[in-house]
Nanobody
């Protein structure tokens, strides 16, 4: 009953910037524990990019090297990934994952469909 939808992907030149958005919504009462961004390039495993908790704590993968920033809006159940100084290696499908509690008792995880980010000149 809960879904997350990504937006903001597209093509960007090396060194450019891009911001992704992830919005959680549902027909039942739920609260977000953690929202995270993952990515998967062709022929590679899906990997964590960054995540943020409801309390505002963040965690980043090492390859980000300070280039990406994750932020969240609890009221809107939305997470953002601001990507700066992108490189061709950032090309991948970026997925949003939401860890949430449904009706106060059920711990669940939901994945979005992904949004394509292509870094090329």
């Amino acid at each position: 009953q809960v879904q997350v939808v990504e937006s903001g992907g597209g093509e960007v030149q090396p060194g450019g910037s891009l911001t992704l958005s992830c919005v959680a919504s549902g027909s039942t009462i739920f609260s977000i524990n953690t929202m995270g961004w993952y990515r998967q390039a062709p022929g590679k495993e899906r990997e964590l990019v960054a995540e943020i908790t409801n309390g505002g704590s963040t965690r980043y993968s090492g390859f980000v090297r300070g280039r990406f920033t994750i932020s969240g809006d609890n009221a809107r159940k939305t997470a953002y990934l601001h990507m700066n100084n992108v490189v061709p290696g950032d090309t991948a499908v970026y997925y949003c994952k939401g860890d949430y509690v449904e009706r106060g008792i059920h711990l669940r995880t939901v994945w979005g469909q992904g949004t394509q980010v292509t870094v090329s000149s």
